[in-house]
């Protein structure tokens, strides 16, 4: 049987279309906010806080916690400042080096 030419060049140029995928959609009305956020802050309270740019000269795990890394931070004084911060589920310590990042710098010591 002879072949048809336009036939199989309508075929090779013909687009293939990809399968179409529903777009699935989540029902956010019945999630429960975390209670840390579900407090707000007067205005006077939020005030007192002592906001600072801070750079990160070096950063590290800390034994025996999932959770906290410790900085070693340049606000600008000239005095190194080291601080705890349970960001490690997010962030490894090595890409945070060189960083500068926002700090709370007034806030009191965990007991």
Do not use: W
């Amino acid at each position: 049987m002879p072949k048809n030419d336009k036939t199989e060049e309508k075929v090779a140029n013909s687009p293939v279309s990809a399968p179409v995928e529903k777009e699935e959609k989540i029902d956010f009305s019945k999630v429960e906010i975390e209670p840390l956020f579900q407090d707000f802050v007067d205005f006077e309270t939020f005030s007192k806080s002592d906001f600072r740019a801070v750079k990160v000269l070096a950063c590290e795990a800390v034994k025996k916690s999932k959770k906290l890394l410790k900085f070693t931070l340049d606000d600008g004084t000239g005095v190194e400042r080291t601080i705890l911060s349970g960001i490690h589920a997010y962030y490894e310590p090595e890409e945070l080096v060189g960083k500068t990042l926002l700090a709370i710098t007034n806030l009191p010591p965990d007991p």
